[in-house]
């Protein structure tokens, strides 16, 4: 690995969804972009927002605070979406994530990072990578191939492919 490869592995774009803050490896995402219409798809599940095109390509888009099971929002001007590169089933896949807001690109150091929390075992927190600090603000860093599960994961390809 490079070093430019290790340093991209500590930074993180972080976004925010209600008054939380979140973050998503640098290296997943490929470009944000502003809130735009999105085309509802029928038939698919509350937190498929639709899609959008992209130079050409249909590409999902899924609403993170409905995922996240907070309320649904209003598109503000700070409304955005991130366009990231998921693993779905082995594949490499684009998937857009509707968010209330982009905050900065930051590095976080291994020692800001904590292991996420152990919730019992009803409540699934493998989609959480860890959890940063960063000016004494939590930050919860997602996994993002892993926030959807594998019944989730073919319903959206299943939209991308139909499209």
Wanted: aromatic fraction near 6%; hydrophobic fraction near 45%.
């Amino acid at each position: 690995m490079s070093a430019e490869d290790l340093e991209q592995m500590n930074q993180y774009l972080t976004f925010k969804l209600d008054e939380e803050v979140f973050a998503v490896e640098i290296a997943k995402v490929r470009e944000v972009l502003d809130f735009t219409d999105v085309t509802k798809v029928p038939q698919t599940p509350i937190f498929m927002r639709g899609v959008i095109n992209l130079r050409g390509s249909v590409v999902p888009v899924v609403d993170m605070r409905v995922k996240f099971s907070m309320r649904e929002a209003e598109a503000t001007v700070n409304t955005c979406i991130i366009i990231t590169e998921v693993v779905m089933d082995g594949e490499p896949s684009v998937l857009g994530a509707l968010v209330d807001s982009v905050q900065e690109v930051l590095e976080l150091d291994p020692d800001q990072i904590e292991p996420p929390p152990r919730i019992g075992t009803k409540l699934d927190t493998e989609f959480i990578r860890g959890m940063g600090k960063h000016n004494d603000e939590f930050i919860i860093i997602l996994d993002i191939d892993r926030v959807f599960s594998a019944d989730e994961i073919s319903l959206i390809q299943a939209v991308d492919s139909d499209s």
